[in-house]
Every structure is written in C-alpha cells, then in structure tokens.
C-alpha cells in the first residue's frame, strides 16, 4: 500500500505524487482511490486502491535504474519488423508494461527511425506518448524540468 507523498507510474499515464487518498462513491460503490498529481500538464487521476497490482502501479526508479535509462537511450536502434503493423503492436506491448527500460527503448528507436525515414502519423503519436511517460518519470527521479529532461532524452539518443 502506497502513502500520500509515495512518487509513483502508473502505466500507460506516466508518473505522479500520491497527494491524497480518499473515499468515492461511484455507480452506488465505495471504494478508496489514490489521488495522483502528474508532473507534466498538472493532471490529476484517480487509481483505485485494490487494483493497483493488475494495473500494475509501481514506484518510480532509483539513481541507478536512471543511468540504465540513459545507457538504453545511447545505445543502437534494436531490430523492429519492417512490418509499420507488426512494429506499432510489438512497441505498444512495451508500453503497455510500464516497464520505464521498455519505453526508453521504444523512445530511442521510434526517435531513430525518424531521423532516418520519417515516421507515419500513429508512430508519431506513440513516439510522443511513450516520451511523455518517460519525461514524467525522469522528472521525479533527478528532480528537474520537462525542459531539462527533454534535452537529456534527445542528447542521449544523438539529437541536438
């Protein structure tokens, strides 16, 4: 069970600060929620207490989790299906885990592949989703801004 101040994921949203934790009464069911702040655009959301292991809620990263972030980020484009369908499914599942060395590898591929062939329409919303839950994270753990964090990302895959 988290407490109010636990800096959480919450996959697939990004991370958050539990800044309560109240009781809601919806469709005549009382239940408790955790009430987290995300970093980026000020967003609340509300996680219900007893499904936080099926979502798959977990703590942010530590110091050395975030330099194997940013080894992930240096390193060479992984071999993805040439399939743009195929590609887009393998990527989502990544996501979808909310595993933060998962979306860092999706982030540097998809901003690789751009840099080499463009990406289509939905990759470029994907490309931006997954940095997004990563700037959230990165933000909490080394306690800078979305600015600062975003030319960390874009440094480490080669893009300034």
């Known amino acids: 069970m988290f407490k109010i101040g636990d800096r959480i994921v919450y996959p697939m949203h990004g991370a958050g600060v539990i800044e309560q934790i109240e ?3 919806i469709l005549g069911e009382k239940r408790k929620y955790y009430v987290m702040r995300m970093p980026i655009g000020d967003m609340k ?5 007893d499904n936080i292991e099926e979502i798959g809620i977990r703590e942010i990263i530590d110091d ?3 330099e194997k972030v ?4 240096k390193g060479d484009k992984t071999k993805m299906p040439q399939n743009w ?6 990527n989502m599942e ?3 885990s909310g595993d933060i060395f998962e979306i860092a590898s999706v982030v540097r591929n998809l901003m690789l592949r751009d840099a080499e062939k463009g990406l289509s329409t939905g990759e470029r919303k994907m ?3 997954a ?3 990563l700037i959230s994270e990165i933000v909490l753990v080394a306690d800078t801004d979305q600015e600062e964090t975003e030319k960390l990302i874009d440094e480490a895959v080669n893009f300034v």
């Open 23 to 25: 009781e809601k009464e």
């Open 45 to 49: 959301v509300m996680i219900p207490v």
């Open 64 to 66: 050395n989790d975030m």
């Open 70 to 73: 940013v080894t992930i980020l």
């Open 85 to 90: 369908n195929r590609r887009y499914r393998m």
């Open 94 to 96: 990544k996501i979808k």
């Open 127 to 129: 490309l931006n989703s």
């Open 131 to 133: 940095k997004q839950m």
